[in-house]
Every structure is written in structure tokens, then in C-alpha cells.
């Protein structure tokens, strides 16, 4: 006969373990129904201190819990049934655990002598998201511990997910029946203390920097605070060291370019003969690797002597094989507290913002007469007043405000998930941002993004989310169109490649309950996002486009920089 749980026992145990959860900054739980998970999800509505939301797909609920973690930077905690509820976390676990993001993953499941016998909605769950998570715990069947124990469990997992390389942990807890809990709460939690989190045991910090005014920093896609994006910038301003920045580095836009040499061009320059010219003594990678492939072309072929990858999600990005020294460290952190000659602003820091002024201003001339398509999706939504929350989808979306997004003083918060730089779960992050900032928050999505993940997108007025959704719609992903295998004649790179859908997307908004807008032309989209951009409720403006016009569009971009920066040399 199977064994039975008590109740009260099982509901005192996980009350003190999301009680302990609460007392060490985890604010909001982010639920799917379940039967299994009953107790959980129980517990965790009964805690002071803890804002539940309730999403249908495991998926989707997933994605926003990273989107909430990135926008309020605390932990997030999930909480789903057995079975293959589990496995659709996968995406987003992988996900944050590229990127960083603080998620404890609470998963129920059968107890043990149920395990193996055919029991409904019953997989192996252990270790189910294998080496994409920061720690594994096969917890004890609820309510066979004291809840003194489960509260030890919760602050350790927890200086785990938020530890010095910060990232979802993973809690499979089996539970017994009767599920239910019981009527009235147990006792007051009594909270245990919270330990300090060892950080700096983690990082190794380089004595100082090489003393030489030829640098470069590329900061990559990054999750930055404040005090991180002013160091770096403190960084680059001191030692006159140029910073290439990614449009998802946190330092492409804000306050701190007025004193900061900082670079929005440099997937353009990177392509061109001049960089080629212009190799520095050292290059210091910030962060995750750059979106436009150019750099890494350009490290390849140009080999500089000292190149320093400082990262503390141990990823280190290296395919070019020209990283020297690896330095296990918070870049911000890092930044702050690194030795390094003061050069100030040289004629090496003037060569490459003088070169970035060039770029600029060919790619403005070009963008100006060119037709409406992505780049001119880019310059409305730059042209919006923030504070703002931008988040961009993969694959062409993220290229696209690479490739034309300036430089500039006003702020712009770009959240763009390149742990893993998938298509999964954009709607959903979006969402998740939207709830956690006070900010107004767009997503720019391509429209299989979006269709990929439309249950996500439904959940949007359950929860109370203001969002404008800009989605650029070409058919059937134009990010393929780029292959050189697109112009193979024995290929058929549109059936193969392109998946066109065929779908006429303003169905999506009333199945939603959004708005919708269709544009054509800038003068409509700028209308449309000045009346829905910060507005209650969902809204869709969409934008159909043409895949060959923008490849056309971004080849035409860099051709322009190239002739600007050197006349008579091709790309």
C-alpha cells in the first residue's frame, strides 16, 4: 500500500520553505495549475510578501518569470505540476542559464514508490534540465523534513540562483497524497538568517590593465545595472579606450555618452578595411558575444595581441580562438575595480570616434531615402521619448536595431534574451518586463516570434499588462534570406528556408484582446505608436515588410559606411 502524506505537516514544511524564499528578496511566483503541485502552489499563495501570476503554458509562464526577473533584478520562483508540465520550462531554463538570470525552477512530482510503475503524467524528473542549471536538488518528500529544514533548503538555493554566477536552480519536490492542505496555516515560520553571499571568493581580478592608449572594449549582450553601465563608462573614459557597444549591452544609450566614447557602428566598421588599419594592443570583451558576426570575422583575420574575455557566467566566448586571458568576474564589477592608466581622450580614441561620426552619418543618408522597411521601424521606435523598455526578439529584429540604432544620450533599456538566441517565449518576456518596470514597454518581434509564441501573447489581459507590440512581418523569417545558400539554383531556399505562413496576422488581436494598427508608411507608424506606446491594454501595429528588400537595405547600409570610410576600397 502506498504511503500517505499528513497534511498539515507537508503545508507547515512548505509554507516555511516560500516564507524563507520571501525574507530573501523573491517577490512574485509564477504559476501553472496542476494537480501534483497543489501543495506548492497553496503554500506559496498563503506567504506574505509573495504576488502570484497564473499562466496555462508552462512555456510561456516560464519566459515571463524571466522577463519579471531581468526587469525588477531579483529572483523569480516557477511552480508547475509532474510530467511534461517540467519539461516545457526547458527553453527558458536553458535560456537564463546563458544569460544569467536568477530562476528557481520548483517542479512537483511523484513520490518514489510511484516512480517507474506507469503512473499518470510521471517522467523521470531528475536532473531534467541537465547541465543548464546552476545546482540540482532532489528535495525530500514534502513534509518528511521539519520546516526548519526546508527553510535551510530555501536559503541555500537561493544563494545559489542570485551567487556570483547568478542563474535557475532547480528543486524537483516529491509529493504524497492527500494534496490538499489543510484548512487553517500552521504556526508563525520562524525565518533563519540570511548569509552574506561570498562573491568575491569567486572572481579573480587581474592586477591592472596593459598601459598602452590602444584599447578597445566590446561589451557584448549583458545585463548591467546602473553602477555597472557608469564604471564601464568611468572605464572607457579614463583610459580613452573606445567601447564598441551591442545594442543589448545597456551602454549604447543613455546619459553617460556625453562623457563616454562609446560606439553604435562598430558592426559596420568591423567590415571594413579601416578596422583592418586600426588593430588595437588590446581588445577586452565584455559580456556575451557581440551580435553582428563581424567582429569575430575581424578577430580572425587580424589576431590582436592581448584579447581579455571578463565574464562570471563562465561562457567566455572564444569562436575566433583569439582570446589570451579569461577573467572570471562581473563585468560592471569588474570595471570598477580593475587598475588602469589614465590616457584620457588620445588620437586613438579620435580616430575610432571620428570614424564612428563617419559611419553614422552614411548610414543616416542612406536610411533617409531609403524605402520603408526595418531600418525605418528602428528610427520610429528611436525617435519614441523614454524612459522605455525595448524588448527585441532574435533573428532579424536584434540585427536590425544593431545595424541602425545610434548612439545617443536618451535612455533606452534594450532586453534581448542572447543566452541562448532563440526565438522562444519573446511575447512572454516581454509581458514579464512590462509587469516588473513602471517604464513603458514595447516589443519589436518578427512574426514567427510571435506567432511561435502566441499563447503567450493571450495571457496578456489576464495579466494586466500594458504592452505595444511593433511586429515586422515579412512572410516567413527574411533571416534565412542572408544565407549564400539563398541564391543556390538548386536549392529551393523559399519552400526550404523562408516558411512562409501565410497567416494575415490581424486576426491575432481580437483572439488577444488587443488593438490593432496596420502601417505602411512612417507617417502611420509614428501615429500609431504615439497613441498606443505607455497606453493600457495590449497593442498590436503591425508592419508588413519585404525579406529581399531588407537584405538589400543592410548590404546597402554597409556599403555606404565602407565608401565613406575609405573611398575607392570595396567592403
Known amino acids: 500500500m502506498s504511503a500517505h502524506a499528513d497534511p498539515a505537516t507537508t503545508h507547515a514544511a512548505l509554507r516555511a520553505f516560500f516564507a524563507q524564499l520571501a525574507a530573501g528578496g523573491v517577490a512574485h511566483v509564477a504559476v501553472s495549475p ?173 592586477p591592472s590593465l596593459p598601459d598602452t592608449p590602444r584599447g578597445l572594449l566590446v561589451a557584448g549582450p549583458m545585463d548591467l545595472d546602473d553602477a555597472g553601465i557608469a564604471a564601464v563608462a568611468g572605464l572607457a573614459a579614463r583610459t580613452g579606450w573606445p567601447v564598441v557597444a551591442d545594442p543589448a549591452s545597456g551602454l549604447r544609450r543613455g546619459p553617460h555618452l556625453a562623457a563616454t566614447p562609446v560606439l553604435a557602428c562598430g558592426g559596420h566598421l568591423f567590415h571594413t578595411p579601416w578596422a583592418d588599419a586600426h588593430v588595437p594592443d588590446v581588445v577586452v570583451q565584455l559580456g556575451a558575444m557581440p551580435t553582428d558576426k563581424a567582429y569575430r570575422l575581424w578577430l580572425e583575420q587580424n589576431r590582436p595581441a592581448t584579447v581579455i574575455a571578463v565574464d562570471h557566467l563562465g561562457r567566455f566566448p572564444d569562436a575566433a580562438l583569439a582570446v589570451t586571458d579569461r577573467v572570471d568576474h562581473e563585468p560592471g564589477a569588474w570595471a570598477a575595480s580593475v587598475e588602469a592608466s589614465a590616457h584620457g581622450t588620445t588620437d586613438w580614441t579620435s580616430a575610432w570616434t571620428g570614424a564612428e561620426e563617419v559611419a553614422a552619418a552614411a548610414i543616416a543618408d542612406f536610411a533617409a531615402t531609403a524605402p520603408f522597411d526595418e531600418p525605418s521601424v528602428v ?153 498606443t506606446v505607455g497606453r493600457s491594454g495590449l497593442h498590436l501595429v503591425h508592419v508588413p515588410v519585404d525579406a529581399a528588400t531588407n537584405v538589400g537595405l543592410h548590404r546597402g547600409a554597409a556599403a555606404a559606411v565602407a565608401a565613406a570610410l575609405c573611398p575607392g576600397v570595396g567592403p
Not at 501534483?36 to 519566459?63: K, N
Not at 514534502?142 to 536559503?155: I, M
Not at 519536490?173 to 562573491?199: F, K, M, Q, S, T
Open 34 to 206: 496542476g494537480s501534483r503541485s497543489t501543495p506548492l502552489t497553496v503554500a506559496a499563495d498563503r506567504t506574505d510578501g509573495l504576488d502570484l501570476s497564473v499562466h496555462l503554458d508552462e512555456r510561456a509562464g516560464a519566459f515571463f518569470a524571466l522577463g519579471l526577473a531581468r526587469a525588477t533584478r531579483r529572483p523569480v520562483a516557477l511552480v508547475c505540476t509532474s510530467g511534461t508540465a517540467a519539461a516545457n520550462y526547458l527553453p527558458a531554463v536553458v535560456e537564463a542559464f546563458h544569460s544569467g538570470v536568477p530562476l528557481l525552477v520548483l517542479t512537483a512530482d511523484r513520490p518514489p514508490e510511484m516512480q517507474s510503475r506507469g503512473a499518470p503524467q510521471t517522467i523521470d524528473q531528475q536532473h531534467l534540465y541537465g547541465s543548464h542549471v546552476r545546482r540540482y536538488v532532489e528535495a525530500a518528500v514534502a513534509g518528511t523534513e521539519s520546516p526548519e529544514a526546508t527553510a535551510a533548503l530555501a536559503v541555500s538555493v537561493l544563494g545559489t540562483a542570485v551567487g556570483p554566477a547568478p542563474g535557475p536552480v532547480h528543486v524537483n519536490w516529491p509529493l504524497r497524497e492527500p494534496l490538499e492542505p489543510p484548512d487553517a496555516d500552521p504556526v508563525p515560520v520562524d525565518l533563519l538568517p540570511l548569509p552574506a553571499i561570498p562573491a568575491a571568493t569567486m572572481w579573480q581580478t587581474p
Open 379 to 531: 528610427a520610429a521606435i528611436d525617435a519614441l521619448a523614454g524612459p522605455l523598455n525595448l524588448v527585441v526578439a532574435n533573428s532579424m529584429p536584434i540585427r536590425d536595431l544593431d545595424a541602425f540604432l545610434p548612439a545617443s544620450t536618451r535612455p533606452l533599456r534594450v532586453v534581448a534574451n542572447r543566452g541562448a538566441n532563440g526565438i522562444d517565449g519573446q511575447a512572454s518576456t516581454a509581458l514579464g518586463v512590462a509587469i516588473g518596470s513602471p517604464d513603458p514597454t514595447v516589443l519589436l518581434s518578427g512574426d514567427l516570434a510571435l506567432l511561435h509564441d502566441l499563447s503567450g501573447l493571450t495571457a496578456a489581459d489576464r495579466l494586466g499588462a500594458d504592452l505595444t507590440v511593433v511586429v515586422v512581418d515579412n512572410d516567413g523569417g527574411g533571416i534565412f534570406t542572408f544565407l549564400p545558400i539563398a541564391d543556390s539554383p538548386t536549392v529551393d531556399h523559399q519552400r526550404l528556408f523562408h516558411t512562409p505562413h501565410g497567416l494575415d496576422l490581424a486576426h491575432v488581436a481580437p483572439l488577444c484582446g488587443a488593438s490593432y494598427t496596420r502601417t505602411a508608411d512612417r507617417a502611420s507608424l509614428d501615429a500609431a505608436l504615439a497613441t
